[in-house]
């Protein structure tokens, strides 16, 4: 038999075990030994990316380990009414990719029965650095975001987003969707993403990002 202390006796393990570690399980009555590997829970997103506050830069959060990414972020456009939140990519030097952006998106506005729908988009020969990626007309209002990045090949990254927020006079429902090819035209590849206005206006908020397991 156990004595009582057997385990509350031993040295504490400070992390997670690692694989091998072993367990003792009772199989139907007959004790047996078991790896960590076996029992251990299954984590397919590993978080490569956090910032909050007003200056929202999440340098180095795209990593050669992974090929696909899933980015949360909530901002409220604190500035002037009527600039945008815009997120430009950050090449692996901290640099602003300028080169090589396509992209185009879709905006409803609830109105009634019959909500306001536009569109709008950026040329690949047009040089610009940022994905308009609100409205405008939301001062103060939170905006809700999922990104999904793919840094499928090279230098080609494929990008979507969803945004849900209000407009701060009327309370009407927007929401914004847009998809980009990104074609990097710079030797080093994209490694972050940056959130900031058109104007340079204030703004507050957090963005996590983390890389997807596939095997």
């Not at 308009?132 to 090949?153: C, F, Q, T």
């Not at 490694?191 to 997807?212: K, P």
Request: overall charge negative.
């Amino acid at each position: 038999k156990l004595n009582t202390d057997a385990i509350s006796a031993q040295t504490a393990l400070t992390a997670e075990p690692a694989d091998t570690d072993e367990f003792m399980v009772s199989d139907a009555g007959v004790l047996k030994r078991i790896d960590y590997s076996l029992i251990k829970g299954s984590n397919n997103f590993v978080r490569t990316g956090y910032v909050s506050g007003t200056t929202l830069a999440m340098s180095g959060c795209f990593v050669d380990a992974y090929v696909n990414y899933v980015i949360h972020a909530t901002i409220t456009n604190t500035g002037t009414d009527n600039t945008f939140i815009n997120m430009r990519f950050l090449l692996e030097d901290d640099s602003v990719l300028s080169s090589g952006i396509n992209y185009s998106a879709t905006y409803t506005i609830g109105n009634g029965t019959t909500p306001t729908v536009s569109s709008y988009g950026i040329d690949s020969t047009t040089s610009h650095t940022l994905f308009r990626m609100s409205i405008g007309d939301d001062i103060n209002e939170a905006h809700h975001y999922v990104l999904n990045v793919s840094r499928w090949d090279g230098n080609d990254t494929f990008f979507q987003w969803n945004n849900v927020t209000e407009d701060w006079t009327n309370g009407k429902s927007q929401r914004i969707s847009g998809g980009a090819l990104v074609r990097e035209a710079a030797p080093a590849d994209i490694g972050g993403m940056d959130f900031i206005t058109n104007a340079g206006t204030s703004l507050n908020g957090f963005a996590v990002c983390y890389g997807v397991k596939h095997d």
